[in-house]
């Protein structure tokens, strides 16, 4: 199954992961009360944990014992990082070497625009490179989490808490933001802070790393350290990593923009904050809004235009290989360079001087279709079940889509079918449209014929 199909085994070593997890939760050690959760719940966090989610179903704080907390955190983490790239560095530390087949899987977990037999069209990093980006993957991990504990624990003394709790609190807000999780530890989540500019500004950092990716990660190391599999005498970034970055910043811009004016008046949100509160507030929700999470403001108290917008950022999510979810900014970017190329008449996508081949549009158009495919049956039938509002329900079922853990609370209120349907929802959001198609399909076929062409009417 390795050499036949790795994106098969993907799903299987996730669905796999996500089972072992419920049995860890459903057991009484997990629990405070120290009775057995019920297994839709149970069901529900493990999914939310290995796909790095944040939607929960239960008081993250009260149900949740501290092994039931460490289960949890090492779910998120494991998510975070990709199972099989984690796999990969197991192997590489044990050996001290990567073979073909390590760097297959690795490449499959890294690269998500593949083909079914496995075989990179455009890939952002090489085979020859995957042994490098796995060290920078570690290594981003130790270093950011790490960085990021210790900017945030002082906070936490600083809020009364003593220093165990800080260093927990601390280590685990780091992991979330970066993994771009969304679980909060604490009692009344991040409600205290929500005016507070240091840690929002730290945590959403950390969200922003997260969400650009692993391979822009390693491209952005090599450009700075002038380190890379080709001696170049000049540095530069890949199109793939500067695709990411500048759609990534825009959509972060135009998304703070949109949050603050139509929150600007309204005064259950940012109605009685002045203006930086309200800059600051908005800048990190559109932010959160990459798969991060951590939110601040109720959705509940928002608009039903800014919920609107918002469903758009979450259903974009963030990079390709990334702990963000969502059909990704570099698949809307190929979108936007593609109606760009029609409008002006041009026979190729071209941007940073360089051309993108037509299989990356088919591609593209694959992701946006079968992601709003999954996301019309889970909203439909959950619509179906509760008869809750429709803004909340398409915000709750884009949230666990795109795997950002924002929630309008109808996690909560759904029955345990319910529960099922969004954990189906986010494992489908998490381990990728092409991943899933690519499993489905398992070989390319190619017919050894053409049939004559005709141009239907479109438009």
């Known amino acids: 199954m390795i050499q036949s199909s790795p994106a098969r085994l993907a799903l299987l070593i996730f669905s796999g992961l996500i089972l072992v997890w419920t049995a860890l939760l459903s057991l009484p050690i997990a629990t405070r ?7 839709a719940d149970a069901l529900f966090t493990a999914v939310s944990a290995i796909c790095v989610t944040g939607l929960t179903t239960v008081d993250m704080a009260a149900h949740w014992s ?47 625009a593949r083909t079914a037999k496995g075989t990179s069209e455009s890939q952002a990093v090489g085979l020859g490179e995957i042994g490098g980006l796995l060290a920078a993957v570690a290594l981003s991990l130790l270093v950011i989490e790490a960085a990021l504990t210790l900017l945030i624990t002082p906070r936490m003394l600083a809020a009364g808490y003593d220093l165990a709790h800080s260093l927990w609190y601390g280590f685990y807000l780091a992991a979330s933001a970066f993994t771009n999780t969304g679980f909060v530890p604490m009692r009344g ?61 825009a959509f972060v811009i135009l998304g703070w923009l949109a949050i603050a004016a139509l929150e600007a008046d309204n005064a259950g949100t940012f109605g009685e904050q002045n203006f930086w509160q309200t800059i600051m507030s908005s800048g990190y929700m559109s932010v959160m809004t990459r798969s991060g999470g951590l939110g601040t403001v109720d959705p509940l108290d928002m608009n039903g235009s800014t919920l609107l917008i918002m469903d758009m ?17 570099t698949t809307i970017a190929v979108l936007f360079l593609a ?26 158009v694959s992701i946006v279709i079968w992601g709003a495919t ?10 179906h079940m509760t008869k809750l509002p429709l803004d909340h329900v398409l915000f ?29 929802t986010m494992w489908a959001g998490r381990v990728g449209t092409v991943t899933l198609a690519a499993a489905v399909a398992a070989t390319s076929r190619r ?6 062409e005709e141009r239907p009417i479109v438009g």
């Open 313 to 329: 950022l979450m259903f974009m999510g963030g990079g390709s290989a990334s702990t963000a979810g969502g059909i990704k900014v």
């Open 374 to 383: 999954i996301v019309a049956a889970a909203t439909i039938t959950l619509l």
């Open 447 to 452: 017919r050894m014929f053409r049939f004559p």
């Open 339 to 364: 109606a760009y190329a029609e409008a002006r008449g041009y026979r190729d996508m071209q941007v940073f001087g360089r051309s993108i081949p037509v299989e990356v549009l088919r591609l593209a």
């Open 396 to 424: 709750e079922v884009i949230s666990a889509f795109g795997t950002c853990g924002l929630t309008t609370g109808v996690s909560e209120q759904v029955p345990d079918a319910g529960k099922y349907v969004l954990a189906a």
């Open 189 to 249: 989540g991040l409600e205290p802070f929500a005016t507070d500019p240091y840690l929002l500004i730290v945590l959403a950092i950390g969200v922003f790393l997260g969400s650009i990716g692993f391979p822009v990660i390693f491209a952005l190391y090599r450009y700075v350290t002038g380190r890379g599999a080709h001696k170049q005498k000049h540095r530069h970034l890949g199109l793939h990593a500067k695709l990411t970055l500048t759609t990534t910043i």
């Open 66 to 112: 501290l092994y039931g907390e460490l289960v949890i955190l090492a779910g998120l983490q494991i998510g975070g990082i990709g199972v099989l790239t984690l796999a990969s560095i197991l192997g590489l530390t044990v050996t001290r070497r990567l073979g073909l087949r390590q760097r297959l899987l690795a490449a499959t977990d890294t690269n998500p």
């Open 33 to 39: 009360s120290g009775t057995p959760t019920p297994l």
